[in-house]
Each structure stands twice: as C-alpha cells, then as structure tokens.
C-alpha cells in the first residue's frame, strides 16, 4: 500500500524557513514523481513544486500557475531515507496553507492534482508574526 507521510510545518515568522519532509512507505520514491501542493483557506489547491524519477525538478510560478525558475523553494530527494524535501525559504504570509505531497508517475507540462494517484494528509505552515 502506497502510503505518504508530510512532516515539518508549523508556525513561522515573515522571512523565516521551513524545510517540508514527505516520506513514503509501501513504493520507492525513486520510480515516481513526487509534487508538492497547498491549498490555503478559502482557496483552491495549487501546485508548488516537482521532482521526477529521474531528478529533474519544477516549480511553479504562482501567479501564472505554470513551470517557471527557482525561486524560494528547493525541492530534493534522498533515496537513502525515502523522502522528499521542499526547502522553503523567504516565507510571506501568502505562503500560509496546508501543504500536501502526492505520487504520480511524471510532473507533466503542468503540475496538475490528477496526474497524482497517492497524496499524504497534509501538514500545516503559518506564517505570521
């Protein structure tokens, strides 16, 4: 059974950072995408950030809602542990939501929540001073 498991949020101050874990149980993490979603109150989940089987990583720009350049986020994968990270730096209240990770089998043109089969349950990030 394809389980996943995000561990790391909390509560934060404007300009801090966090580092997200998402570990999985039942599969390797190696043969399959893993993404990165949140969803804030009262809005729609959006995707974050991508890594595929074979390394390449994605992130989405968050006002045009399509892969663009590396900003505040590092997404990365250790194999030894069987998890992936998504490194958060610079957060801004606008960052505060639930964030959820999820197995598919490729990050797409788009990161998109059907291409994902398996989600964990989420793990919350506030940020406020």
């Known amino acids: 059974q394809l389980q996943l498991a995000e561990s790391g949020g909390g509560l934060v101050q404007p300009g801090g950072s966090l580092r997200l874990s998402c570990e999985a149980s039942?599969?390797?993490?190696?043969?399959?995408?893993i993404g990165w979603f949140r969803q804030a109150p009262g809005k729609e989940r959006e995707g974050v950030s991508c890594i595929n089987p074979d390394g390449g990583t994605y992130y989405v720009d968050s006002v045009q809602g399509r892969y663009s350049a590396q900003g505040r986020f590092t997404i990365s994968r250790d194999s030894a542990k069987n998890t992936v990270y998504l490194q958060m730096n610079s957060l801004k209240p606008e960052d505060t939501a639930v964030y959820y990770c999820a197995a598919g089998w490729g990050c797409g043109y788009y990161l998109v929540e059907a291409d994902f089969s398996s989600w964990g349950q989420g793990t919350q990030v506030t940020v406020s001073s």
């Open positions: 039942g599969f390797s993490l190696d043969l399959h995408a």
